[in-house]
């Protein structure tokens, strides 16, 4: 007897522990969306503020429209094809049974990348425009297997006499289907759709290679996020969504059910009462998510019920905008604004340049701005439709000109250079210089307290800026040094990371870090508000560093030339930039902009650095795809190494 | 249903697959034997055997494979436990396990950054516990628990269900006949959950061989996995022809699965709902 | 009387405050074949998973040949189980399922083809050890377990309603099959069913169970004929139960009629159950008899009449009978007094489930 409890002891204890490790990061997530700092690692106080802004986020709440309206969808039409496709598969000989069980297997099996690549492929060669019904279409695809799956065995079990029974007494076959065969196989259906539901859901690479202009699930969204740092108001969202889901399994968990006659026996009625309660739960459940898709579409139906015919397709990186900004400028214009995220410059390429979305206004980085119009990709933009130009510093038209040599192409819009974060109590505590050359990122006294850039060119921009070369160079025997450098650096870096440097500085993961200048309003903002005992301070290497430039292009495909030309005209006034520079903290190059700005920040040398600063300091150009790939092969040889 | 002409009902599917699956497919073949002049090579398949891409196969299958075991390790006494407590409260349990894929994948793994870091949560309970912290973030360590908890549900999933089929009294037959628990585990637990076994293996280990954005956020970018390779090569290398090639690399260990499933799991036993 | 094989001595379980088991004690002697005989629900089952180690009781034990084994798990019993719905192993075959316990226990290779050999021979499917499971028909299955249990040579061999997935005619065949097996082989047989003409047709002794207390034991002809109780008299067979007043010894009045009968020290006037079993009515002439009534139904049952009578105060005797009275015909009912079974009426409920245990 004591065994037994020791055993039970123990296998509940083993329950417990595998739980706290499946909803530990649950509870994280929580947790984090109370509070009251955006920094990820940073705990700043109780707030419920996030709650709030979760309702009024359009991006937010039309990704979980989108979302729930795409898993709703897909799972229902897969329940349909696939319980349709089970039967006939169930009646089939067993060579082309055997064959179209293997093909089903395929979506499920193949990994998800490749599924998303070769749908992108043939939606793209099939001229269908990436969007709404290109995400469904993917989605259905990796659905229908789910549903086959959970159907084929209920239909073996099936009694066939019961239908033929049916047919007997006089009921149609379709007829003799829904009312008998139907019935038997229905928990597989609905096994079936809920987890062709959860997978549609949880589903973030193929819907990112199959969506299109205007389109956000969440998981794309967050993607899009993780750059510049998640919204909290994400961790509210998934909070909320995790707290219905759980109180709706508990309460038809807990529903009383009403025992008839005495059991037969014991277990077997405990597992019919199990079987039961699973259907009915299922059931449930899958209500409620739709019930939960009926609400939400309501809410927004407003919003799409009127079509626009004044339209612009934004194609911006992410959290690069304040939503206020877009707000505006839709109320001044009378102009549709569907506004879309990238999170890197080459992920934005091939969609440009696959046409498969036609986008009016592009904002990418100087040295893709090249490679676009190099490449015939970009439409020149008329400036007399941008008078507001004239607020533009005129050095940074200059700067322009390194990639777009007339100025023909591109608006500034943000500008900035990357340098040194460095965490001043670290560096005190270890008794080390303050960093002020690149060449510091090989101290070995630093040894895993160094994040770098995860990006080919920022990452090679640094070894060859402290090997005195260029940062554009193409020539072999520099990049080849320049790949040693970085492969010799690797045993010291603690990670390599795009967005994530804000976050862990600010949380005191790391000593020193590679940064891109405009996060530090917010840095430094967000070191005051939490009362940290360090502060992180930027410098910009001595060696020169990437002054970098992000403009609006046009690309040569749109459609909507002359609202683009409006909305950059828009962007550049000086109130407006002043607005956008406000949300985030990105230098402006508009120096009406800069004029109203707080003397203090105006002064802030990390946010506006002298010019004499930036001597050594250049702009990226396109190298041309045969320099591109060896960048990508010399890099690909650092991170195996 | 009876009549002959209800196979033809999974013709509308087999349409689909043969325009969502086949041809998707064919277009990689297509780019993965061809360069950017539309010729045919066999150069990008074959550039698997370059060093980092060897290493980063390797990698990958020895992650995705070291994963592969945890989870089946976790997994088994888990689904037999769960076994023990299903009548009554089964599939509320399993809707335990469902639940967390309702939260957005990368939002839970990028918790897992929190939790993992330096100063992150759970060094924070062991310092305050006085204990010794715990360094495995960015490191090959927090890819294998990031792949585990994210693909741990598809390994008890089957199990439990291949599980829930076993008749208690197969289990008291055994013991009757004088197995003791381990012969009868061996004997009889063992060989009678092999579909599920299966199913549990390739649905855990296809997508850890391939995944790059465990490796991403846990592994600070630092070890390249051949899921990353393939990703870069499509969306920051913009070589789709290479990554096709790799990508057909990666489809011999799915055939792979695909067979061991066929051989094993004949009807569909081990299916994960 | 020798040391009996199985002893259960005050055994009681429950599942989750559900009284299945209250205070049994059974002991069976070797070399017989007891049936354990009850409706669902009434702990049958519980008892036999108790001796086979499946489940522990809350209390009382079980002696094995003089031996405590209350706590053996059933691996260490030296006893074997058929199963209800057989329980073969799906994933073997034929010679396999047979071998299992064989193999466990390490006996050598050619023990165990011949054990398989022998015991394929006696449940009448020789030739069958490479076929798969899926392939036998349900007796077939039925067969390999019982050959699976038997060859483990147990000393008792446990059945729980094995004939119950059978059809009629195979269940008949195989309850033979059973009883011969038991005598080829000596071994001591415990067996479950609810069904009551398989209990009087194979058991040497037949346990009658309710409610986790057994109701009577005895040879078949003792259940049958001298049913302790109403439970038992209504449970095995087709019975009239009716309220009857014990006037004095051998002499019970049932709705005013008196009839005499050979049971005695009841007392004077005490109300008692009568139990008389339909195929013990004589039915005569009106007048002839002790109680008159009206024939109200009747049908044909090949090896005799069913007809139902109804006598003034309503009550609906069954009487079967080879002479055919057409319905509305007036009859008299008539009853030899040795085929009068008397019983005290219970006072409570309580004590009619005790039955034949105080």
């Known amino acids: 007897m004591k065994t037994k409890k020791i055993k039970k002891w123990l296998e509940d204890f083993y329950l417990v522990i595998i739980l706290l490790f499946l909803y530990a990061p649950i509870f994280t997530m929580m947790v984090l969306s109370f509070n009251n700092s955006k920094s990820r690692t940073q705990w700043g106080g109780f707030t419920v503020k996030w709650y709030g802004q979760m309702f009024e986020s359009s991006s937010i709440m039309d990704a979980l429209y989108y979302t729930l309206i795409i898993a709703f969808l897909s799972a229902l039409i897969a329940s349909i094809i696939g319980t349709v496709a089970a039967i006939g598969i169930n009646r089939m000989k067993k060579l082309p049974r055997t064959i179209t069980i293997g093909l089903n297997n395929i979506p499920m099996l193949n990994s998800e990348i490749v599924t998303g690549i070769s749908l992108m492929l043939v939606f793209i060669a099939f001229g269908i425009s990436l969007g709404f019904k290109t995400i469904l279409l993917a989605h259905i695809t990796f659905n229908i297997p789910y549903v086959v799956l959970n159907v084929m065995p209920k239909l073996k079990q099936t009694d066939y006499s019961a239908y033929e029974a049916a047919q007997d007494l006089g009921a149609t076959p379709l007829q003799a289907f829904f009312k008998v065969v139907f019935p038997d196989i229905f928990p597989g259906i609905l096994s079936g759709f809920l987890m062709a539901f959860t997978m549609s859901l949880d589903d973030f690479i193929i819907t990112h290679f199959t969506r299109g202009a205007g389109i956000n699930t969440l998981s794309t969204l967050i993607y899009s996020e993780v750059r510049r740092g998640i919204q909290p108001s994400m961790y509210a969202l998934s909070t909320v969504i995790f707290i219905t889901v759980l109180v709706l399994l508990l309460i038809t968990n807990f529903a009383p059910e009403n025992q008839t006659g005495i059991p037969a026996s014991k277990a077997e009625a405990a597992m019919k009462k199990r079987r039961r309660n699973n259907n009915i739960r299922k059931g449930i459940l899958a209500l409620a998510a739709f019930t939960i898709v009926a609400s939400v579409s309501f809410a927004t139906y407003k919003k799409y019920a009127s079509s626009h015919s004044n339209e612009l397709y934004v194609y911006n990186w992410g959290e690069y905008i304040d939503p206020e900004v877009i707000e505006l400028f839709e109320e001044e214009t009378g102009i549709h604004v569907t506004y879309d995220m990238f999170e890197t410059n080459e992920e934005m390429y091939p969609v440009i340049e696959a046409g498969a979305v036609q986008y009016d206004v592009v904002c990418p980085s100087d040295y893709m701005i090249q490679k676009m119009a190099e490449n015939g990709l970009l439409a020149e933009i008329n400036f007399d439709n941008i008078p507001n130009i004239s607020n533009i510093d005129e050095t940074f038209m200059e700067q322009s000109r390194s990639f777009d040599p007339q100025n023909r192409y591109s608006v500034p819009y943000t500008w900035g250079t990357v340098g040194i974060l460095y965490n001043t109590k670290i560096i005190e505590e270890r008794g080390l210089p303050v960093p002020t050359r690149w060449s510091d990122l090989w101290n070995p006294a630093y040894a895993g307290e160094i994040l770098m850039q ?50 862990k500085m600010i949380g005191g993961e790391a000593a ?23 502060s992180l301070e930027y410098v910009i290497p001595e060696e020169g560093t990437n002054l970098w430039l992000d403009s609006w292009v046009i690309p040569s495909n749109a459609r909507n030339k002359e609202n683009a030309e409006k909305w950059i005209n828009f962007l550049c006034r000086p109130d407006i930039a002043k607005m956008n520079f406000d949300y985030i903290t990105y230098s402006t190059p508009n120096k009406a902009a800069k004029a109203l700005l707080d003397e203090d ?33 010399l890099w690909k040889e650092v991170k195996s190494n | 249903m009876n009549s002959p002409k209800t196979k033809y009902l999974a013709f509308p599917y087999i349409v689909w697959m043969i325009g969502f699956t086949i041809i998707p497919l064919a277009l990689i073949v297509y780019y993965g034997l061809t360069d950017k002049t539309g010729s045919f090579t066999l150069e990008n398949v074959l550039s698997i055997a370059t060093p980092e891409h060897v290493k980063a196969l390797f990698l990958s299958l020895a992650l995705s494979l070291a994963s592969t075991v945890i989870c089946l390790l976790l997994a088994y006494p888990l ?25 957005n994948f990368l939002l839970r793994t990028l918790a897992w950054q929190t939790l993992l870091e330096k100063s992150g949560v759970i060094n924070g309970i062991l310092s305050a516990l006085g204990l010794p912290g715990i360094a495995i973030i960015n490191t090959p360590w927090a890819i294998i628990l990031g792949m585990v908890y994210n693909f741990l549900p598809f390994m008890v999933l089957p199990i439990y269900n291949i599980l829930m089929k076993i008749d208690d009294n197969t289990i008291n037959a055994a013991k009757d006949l004088g197995a003791n628990s381990l012969q009868t585990f061996l004997h009889i637990w063992l060989p009678l959950s092999v579909p599920g076994i299966i199913s549990g293996i390739t649905m855990v280990f296809v997508p850890a061989l391939t995944t790059f954005v465990i490796s991403n956020l846990l592994g600070g970018s630092k070890i390249l996995l051949i899921g ?7 969306t920051r290398g913009s070589n789709w022809h290479l990554g096709s090639g790799l990508s057909l690399v990666l489809m011999v260990f799915i055939l792979i699965s695909m067979a061991l499933i066929a051989k094993y799991d004949k009807n569909g036993e081990g299916s994960t709902f | 009387m020798n040391q009996p094989l199985i002893d259960l001595v005050n055994i009681s379980k429950s599942f989750d405050g559900d009284i299945v088991l209250d205070d049994l004690n059974l002991s069976v002697q070797e070399n017989t074949f007891v049936t354990l005989l009850g409706p669902s629900g009434c702990g049958k089952t519980t008892t036999l998973r108790i001796i086979g180690g499946f489940e522990r009781p809350d209390k009382g034990s079980v002696i094995f040949s003089g031996n405590d084994i209350t706590k053996l798990p059933p691996n260490k019993r030296q006893l074997n189980t058929v199963f209800q719905k057989y329980a073969l192993f799906p994933h073997m075959n034929i010679a396999e399922n047979i071998a299992f316990g064989l193999k466990i226990k390490g006996k050598s290779k050619s023990y165990i083809q011949d054990k398989i050999k022998y015991a394929l021979k006696l449940v009448n499917l020789d030739g069958f050890e490479n076929r798969s499971i ?52 000596g071994i001591t047989f415990i067996y479950v069913t609810h069904d009551q003409e398989e209990a009087l047709t194979m058991s040497d002794t037949i346990v009658v169970m309710n409610q986790g207390y057994i109701q009577q034991m005895g040879s078949p002809e003792q259940i049958y004929n001298e049913p302790e109780n109403a439970f038992v008299a209504d449970f095995i067979g087709e019975s009239n139960i009716v309220n009857g007043i014990m006037v004095r010894d051998e002499l019970v009045e049932i709705f005013g009629a008196k009839f005499p009968c ?44 069913e007809m139902e009578v109804t006598t003034p105060d309503g009550f609906e005797w069954l009487v079967h009978s080879t002479d055919m009275f057409p319905v509305g015909q007036k009859v008299s009912i008539h009853v030899d007094p040795f085929d009068i079974q008397i019983m005290n009426k219970p006072e409570s409920e309580d004590e009619e489930a005790l039955g034949v245990n105080e």
């Open chain 1, 454 to 503: 995860d990006s080919v060119r920022d990452a090679f921009m640094v070894a060859l800026k402290s090997l005195g070369y260029s940062m554009n160079t193409v020539d072999e025997t520099e990049l080849t040094q320049a790949r040693d450098l970085l492969i010799q650096q690797k045993p010291l870096v603690q990670a390599y990371v795009i967005d994530q440097v804000r976050d």
């Open chain 1, 512 to 534: 020193i870090g590679v940064i891109y200048s405009g996060e530090m309003l917010f840095i430094q903002e967000e070191v005051k508000n939490l009362g940290l005992d360090y």
């Open chain 1, 601 to 633: 920040i105006q002064n802030n040398k990390a946010i506006f650095p002298d010019t004499d600063k930036l001597v050594n300091c250049e702009v990226f150009q396109y190298l041309g795809d045969e320099a591109d790939t060896l960048y990508n092969e």
């Open chain 2, 79 to 103: 689904a037999m436990i769960l076994r023990k407590k299903g009548v009554g409260a089964g599939s509320f349990i399993v809707f335990i396990f469902i639940l967390p894929m309702w939260m």
């Open chain 2, 228 to 234: 990353n390779v393939i990703e870069q090569e499509f």
């Open chain 3, 134 to 185: 899926d392939s036998l028909s349900g007796g077939q299955q039925q067969r390999i377990a019982i050959a699976r249990a038997i060859v483990n040579e147990p000393k008792l061999l446990l059945l729980d309603e094995p004939l119950g997935a059978l059809d009629l005619k195979l269940r008949q065949d195989m309850q033979y099959e059973l009883i011969r097996l038991k005598n080829e082989l």
């Open chain 3, 262 to 305: 050979v049971d005695k020290g009841f007392g004077q006037n005490v109300p008692v159950d009568v139990v008389i079993r339909p195929e013990d009515i004589d039915l005569l002439q009106p007048g002839e008899g002790s109680l008159d009534g009206i024939v109200t139904h009747l049908i044909f049952k090949g090896v005799h009449y």
